[in-house]
């Protein structure tokens, strides 16, 4: 044996025994080193600093570990300093929180994050790269700030996640995992990663194709259809939402016959999106036979006969036999059905008249929910403005379902059809009628900043309510709303509410000075967006001449 060797296990051996040792006690065991007259104990401690530092001197130098390539350069502007400071500032706010559900009178910076980023991508601005490290964390604790973080923070974000595994986010969230994606028109180098390429990069090829060729997407797709599992099948035809077109149909058809129930459920939906498939077609002959006109009475009221079953067409096409919990059986074949049908072949069935004049008409036997809901997701999904209008209905109708809608959820997912300017001024409409209690899903769904009517009405709202004497923090998700959305211009009439009001008889304690309180927020907030705007957008100051 290699002298080398055997020292090498001499001090191994004495080191197991002073191990030994240490966990026994020097009472039970001696240790394996002179004591003279001393404690035992001490010497097993002298003992054990000669071999911790014999063996540390001992240890060979491991070979250095290759250097990370380097990140991939970004070529975008670097930040105007001061909007360079706000960041820094957004990033390491830690608002408190007040006593007694108070929110306080200072603005929480973290709310403003998802806006400064808007407005910093939009202008095209790279991250400071000392901050990235700030901004991946942010990320990480919020997954709705992800998408706007990874396209602020650029290349860099890629290559630190793939070093700290607390970012490994950026690698899922970004397509293809930051991998460099061949060009659309690069066929070769298509058909190689659609063949070759993990998962998440095929996704991503996939969606840059559809972008650039739907067809030649659809034709990729279809290439390799019959060997995909699944799951990602399910995926891949997903995908096909984007730039939807009538050339796909021979390929959606094929899919109603897939293994997966929930590949044919999303082959269903696409087709029944587009007018003139021949699922629509067959959707709407089945419709015809169950939502007729009845001109027996005085006036056409609308006569519903639910189908009787779901047949084997009938799910091939999508229809799905079990209703959830709570549903008759009818029924939810019914609305299937209606949803799946062109609106279009409506005005032909009701004697020409349009949507408006269809969704007035009186339907028998207490069917009117049931077919008005149905028809509300069938607007959704076909993006129909005008069935749209005609189920919302006058904001100042009474109720939150309206003449169509059944809740305000179908009035929001209804008002997304509509242009940003009709829809602020119809919510504006509905909270100068029904106040602000139930708009707060609503506002969410309307453009920032709000338009001027729109921000004069949530205001207005507010004043009235601070006046009824009730507590702010019943309104507190409008305010928040008011804080991120409305224009700064506001502010000079928001100024005059931040005084504290003369309290009403009846009113809740204290009521005044916390509506005091919640408005010197909302002024602040507002002064401090405006703020950043312009540091985001003001032109760069011009180079000192030498």
């Known amino acids: ?21 240490a966990l026994l006690g020097t009472d039970r065991r001696r240790p394996p080193v002179p004591t003279g007259h001393g404690d035992p104990a001490a010497a097993l401690l002298d003992a054990a600093a000669v071999q911790t530092l014999r063996r540390r001197a001992g240890l060979r130098p491991a ?43 200072a603005p929480d910076l973290m709310e403003l994050l998802p806006q400064w980023l808007q407005t ?13 490290p700030a901004l991946l964390d942010a990320a990480r604790a919020r997954t709705d700030l992800r998408p706007q973080v990874l396209a602020f923070a650029g290349p860099r974000a890629l290559w630190l996640a793939r070093l700290n595994p607390d970012w490994k986010f950026a690698l899922r969230a970004t397509p293809g995992g930051g991998a460099l994606l061949p060009a659309p028109e690069d066929a070769e180098g298509v058909r190689r ?77 696409l087709l029944s999106a587009l007018p003139s498939s021949a699922l629509a077609t067959r959707m709407a002959a089945r419709s015809a036979l169950c939502v007729t006109l009845d001109r027996s009475q005085q006036a056409p009221a609308i006569a519903v006969a639910p189908p009787p079953a779901c047949d084997a067409d009938m799910e091939r096409d999508g229809v799905m036999p ?30 020409g008249r349009g949507p408006e004049e269809i969704v007035a008409l009186p339907v028998a036997d207490e069917w009117h929910g049931e077919l008005h809901a149905a028809w509300c997701r069938a607007a959704v999904r076909q993006r129909d403005i005008a069935w749209s209008r005609a189920l919302l209905g006058a904001p100042s109708a009474p109720g939150a379902g309206g003449p169509g809608a059944v809740s305000l959820a179908e009035r929001a997912k209804l008002l997304a059809a509509l242009p940003a300017a009709e829809r602020a001024g119809w919510v504006a409409g509905f909270i100068a009628a029904h106040g602000l209690s139930e708009a707060f899903q609503l506002l969410g769904g309307c453009a920032a900043p709000w338009e001027e ?18 507590y702010p923090w019943s309104f ?71």
């Not at 250095?64 to 390491?92: E, Y």
């Not at 910093?120 to 990235?132: F, I, V």
């Not at 009403?504 to 309180?517: C, H, K, L, R, V």
Request: net charge negative.
């Open 63 to 105: 070979p250095a570990a290759p250097l990370p390539d380097r990140a991939a350069p970004d070529p975008r502007p670097a930040l105007p300093p001061a909007a360079a400071r706000r960041l820094a500032v957004l990033l390491t706010d830690r608002p408190g929180t007040g006593s007694g559900g108070r929110r306080g009178s």
């Open 1 to 21: 044996m290699p002298m080398t060797s055997v020292m090498t296990a001499a001090a191994s051996a004495a080191w197991e025994d002073l191990v030994t040792a």
């Open 476 to 546: 507190s998700g409008v305010m928040g709303l008011a804080e991120r959305c409305l224009d700064p211009a506001e502010v000079t009439r928001l100024e005059a509410l931040t005084a504290i009001p003369d309290e009403p008889e009846n009113s809740s304690p204290g009521a005044g000075g916390y509506w005091s309180e919640a408005f010197q927020r909302l002024v602040g907030t507002l002064h401090l967006r405006a703020t950043m705007h312009t540091e985001l957008t003001a032109p760069a100051a011009p180079e000192p001449l030498p």
């Open 193 to 269: 990663l659609w063949e070759e390429g993990l998962f998440a990069e095929r996704v991503a090829l996939l969606a840059a194709v559809r972008a650039h060729d739907p067809v030649a997407a659809r034709e990729l797709l279809a290439s390799t259809w019959s060997t995909e599992r699944a799951e990602d099948r399910l995926m891949f035809l997903d995908s096909l939402h984007m730039g939807l077109r009538a050339d796909d149909e021979p390929f959606l058809e094929q899919a109603l016959t897939d293994r997966s129930r929930n590949v044919r459920a999303i082959a269903a939906e």
């Open 322 to 351: 079990k209703p959830p919990a709570g549903r008759g059986e009818r029924s939810w074949w019914l609305g299937q059905l209606v949803e799946a049908t062109p609106l279009g072949a409506w005005s032909a069935r009701f004697g």
């Open 120 to 132: 910093a991508n939009a202008r095209g601005y790279a991250a400071p790269p000392h901050l990235l």
């Open 453 to 470: 009517q729109l921000g004069r009405a949530v205001v207005d709202a507010l004043n009235i309510a601070r006046d009824a004497g009730s």
